[in-house]
């Protein structure tokens, strides 16, 4: 507020009126519209959040210069931001029609149209953009991002890549593709990104973390351990890491009291996060201590109430403890929410319940591939998503 009202002061600008809406005095109109002074100060109004000053700031620069083709784009992206993000449509392609070779215009369209849902014409704009310059970086990373949160990610994949070789230094860039790459199970494309990534970021905990959980698809875990233990050496607090190599651990039967320690710490940093919950209730489990271990198993149920993981851990616990209806009850639910889940499915049998009642027949089509660890993995898609694309309410020089 007080930098603003600096350059209130400077260009002599304010809000008489009380409406919202910078009222233009003398000074302004002394300032080039295209001034580097006026456009720092409307940055700060957005900044701000006060989007109907700076509506009022690029009013007044597109009247002093209709030709400014960036202020009237940042005029559309506050419309946005204003939530007339139809408004801001008509004026981008009115500006696209006077404009048709700029590329700028045309990506905060898609942008626009993202934001109303029209995803198809969204993928449109950024398609034309990347066909008529393939180095236009924004229309890149924003046609990847885009068909990442569309779940397309053999689609994502090459724009992705794209970006990541225009923009090498933006880490999101790196992570998004390399989510894309883990989402269709492509593991040694993801691994490569992640690498690519850290060899630009090194201390980005985040890429290194995401490269830890591949090289668990892979199979790798030492070099799952090492990354975490690198993660963790980044920074101590870093939950998912704390948790991820915590259960690790619990759930191979190795360094129990490490294991107990690391999930400890996560639900400290995070107590009502139901998987970190569950983790350390399996630590706990592991090491025998089976009564804790229940306590928070069922608060872990409390927490999250449609995780198959947990149910199949409190069942073993309830087993442990010869409560074996309660074994089969929460085992129940867990093949109800997993019903593919071969392993639980044989331990089923094996301890005398018989078939799961929800089975008709074999379990050919159920599936040993039950990755627990790495479903410990918060996602970090929809924040990588967001800040490759980047922000645009800043936009323009």
Known sequence: AGAIGVFEALLGVGDEDGDGRMDSRMGMSGMTAGGAVVNEFARLLLRGKQYGRALGVFDWMIEKNPGDVNAQIRRAVVLVEMDEAGRAIEELKRLLLAHPSELRVRDYLGWAFEKVGDVGEALAAYRVNVGMDGTFYDSQIHLGALLYRLGRFDEAAPALTRAAGLNPGNADTHRLLGLSYVQAKRFDLARAAFVKGLEYHPADEDLRFNLGAVFDKLNRFADVEREMKAVLALNPDHADALNYLGY?????????????????????????????????????????????????????????????????????????????????GAWMRALDLDPENAALIRRFREVGFGTPGHLSGGDEAASDDRDHASRRQEPAAAGAAAGAAGAKADAGP
């Open 248 to 328: 690790s651990y619990a759930d191979r039967g190795i360094r129990g009291d490490e294991a107990v320690t690391l999930t400890q710490h996560a639900v400290s940093i995070k107590p009502d996060n139901g998987a970190y919950v569950d983790s350390l209730g399996w630590a706990l489990f592991r090491v025998g201590r089976v009564a804790e271990a229940l306590r928070e198993l069922r608060r872990a149920v409390e927490l999250v109430n449609d995780d198959p993981v947990i149910f199949e851990h409190l069942g073993e616990i309830y087993l442990t403890q010869g409560r074996r209806e309660k074994a089969q």
